[in-house]
């Protein structure tokens, strides 16, 4: 059973770019939460999604960050007109279901570098 | 609202040495508590989570965490660390009916032979 897939492994952008940033929870999960490392960090919550559904993105900027995880295929977290301080690692997770005993499961992240 | 804090930023300690990496949390309730692993450009790992029952959890690579209500804490210990332990550690808190994981800022682990 594969784990959380993310691509790109390794994102550059300009300034102004965007960026978009995919995510394929595991088999079996619909469930997935995005969650940004600022460097020498830890993880914050940015949003959590299920299949054609925003449920909390309490986590997320109010500008230029949006989240989907459409019905078929993976989970996309774009960010428009990128800034350096938006530099970081972005890791998703995923969990088979939104019981609070459910553990989520991380993919290896996008670390993204704005120039 | 819930929080944690991971005291120790940075900790060295020599290779077959015992290790007890540290973490408080703040959560009105009993919260789930949750410790991973991230090695250097990788994702995180969950190496172990405690949600009720006994409080001395069992992890995987030897390690085990135990959950003291009265001090708010979940410290982490393993009784003799490997060279490839080596990483960052997180510990988390979820709280009930809360999807999303508020994390500590991490403690870097550094093992010397």
């Known amino acids: 059973n594969a784990g959380v897939m993310q691509n790109p492994r390794h994102l550059v952008r300009r300034r102004g770019q965007e960026a978009r940033l995919r995510c394929s929870p595991m088999k079996g999960h619909s469930h997935v939460y995005w969650y940004r490392q600022l460097p020498e960090e830890g993880l914050k919550f940015m949003v959590y999604l299920q299949k054609e559904n925003i449920i909390d993105e309490s986590g997320m900027p109010k500008e230029r960050f949006s989240a989907e995880f459409p019905k078929e295929g993976p989970s996309i977290l774009r960010i428009q007109q990128v800034v350096r301080g938006d530099s970081a690692a972005y890791f998703c997770?995923?969990?088979?279901?939104?019981?609070?005993?459910?553990?989520?499961?991380f993919g290896p992240g996008t670390r993204l570098t704005v120039l | 609202a819930q929080s944690v804090t991971q005291p120790d930023i940075h900790i060295t300690v020599s290779e077959g040495a015992s290790l007890e990496l540290r973490c408080n949390y703040s959560?009105?309730?009993?919260?789930?508590l949750f410790w991973y692993v991230q090695s250097p450009g990788q994702g995180l790992q969950l190496l172990l989570k405690y949600f009720s029952g006994d409080t001395l959890v069992q992890g995987i690579k030897g390690f085990e965490a135990e959950f003291k209500r009265s001090q708010s804490s979940f410290n982490l210990r393993k009784p003799s660390v490997h060279w490839s332990d080596a990483a960052e550690y997180f510990c988390?808190?979820?709280?009930?009916?809360?999807?999303?994981?508020?994390f500590g800022t991490g403690t870097r682990l550094t093992i010397i032979p």
């Open positions: 997770a995923s969990s088979p279901t939104a019981r609070d005993t459910d553990t989520q499961y």
């Open positions: 959560y009105g309730a009993t919260p789930y």
């Open positions: 988390a808190v979820r709280g009930l009916g809360n999807e999303k994981l508020t």
